[in-house]
């Protein structure tokens, strides 16, 4: 089935420190949504990427739908330490008989910060 | 204000006693999922009603059903809990299951199995 392949897995950084994750895939994506989720909280929606090559800024997060439509990064400039959760990427991927309407999680990458 | 509305934010069963746990939403929206999610893990879909259209995932066992008796309500019923079950659940919703399916999720409840 369809997979989104997420790192890393986990990172431990200094405040202040620039992050970077990404998700990849062997399918094509329609949809690409970051969001993140605070320790016994729901997700909550980061930045939604709609069009390949589609670059876009929430304050200090950018993600990029990758051109190849298979594939996303997301960049957290200087971060502070209510930075901390676990990300997911998500993409609703499309298929042969159209539009699932079903997101594919990544398996989440845990960020941790150190003040 | 939330948009997506859970309760109760956790709930303890006793192995085998039945539970039903809820979820409302002020967005109007025509799609409502349910999702299973394990410590550190993915969300799992459970399924999803889009307006009355019941949708349920191959793998998702008999013991748990969905019930949407109007727009704004969705209930996930947990027939007979088992060990197995105790986990985050997370009720998220979407305007359309199609192009730009972006999906909010509720805070979630997480169910303790005793």
Redesign the interface.
């Known amino acids: 089935g369809q997979q989104l392949n997420q790192s890393p897995q986990s990172m431990f950084i200094q405040e202040g420190e620039d992050v970077s994750m990404n998700c990849t895939s062997s399918s094509i994506f329609?949809?690409w949504?970051w969001?993140k989720q605070d320790p016994?909280?729901?997700?909550?929606?980061l930045i939604?990427l709609?069009k390949a090559g589609e670059l876009t800024s929430n304050g200090r997060l950018t993600a990029q739908f990758g051109i190849t439509r298979k594939d996303s990064f997301l960049n957290i400039s200087a971060s502070i330490p209510s930075d901390v959760g676990?990300y997911?990427c998500?993409g609703?991927p499309l298929t042969i008989s159209g539009?699932?309407?079903?997101?594919i999680?990544?398996?989440?990458t845990?960020l941790q910060v150190k003040p | 204000d939330a948009m997506v509305i859970q309760n109760p934010r956790y709930q303890v069963t006793q192995f085998g006693k039945p539970v039903t746990l809820s979820c409302s939403q002020t967005l109007n929206h025509n799609v409502m999922y349910w999702y299973q999610q394990k410590s550190s893990q993915a969300p799992k879909l459970l399924f999803h009603y889009y307006d009355k259209d019941f949708n349920n995932e191959a793998d998702t066992p008999d013991n748990f059903q969905s019930r949407r008796p109007n727009t704004s309500f969705c209930f996930l019923d947990i027939r007979s809990p088992g060990l197995g079950d105790a986990a985050m659940y997370l009720c998220a919703t979407s305007r359309t299951s199609g192009i730009q399916n972006i999906q909010y999720f509720g805070a979630g409840t997480r169910l303790s199995v005793l």
Do not use: C, R
């Open positions: 329609n949809t949504l969001y016994g909280e729901g997700p909550v929606l939604a709609y676990i997911f998500a609703q539009n699932t309407g079903k997101l999680f990544g398996q989440g845990t």
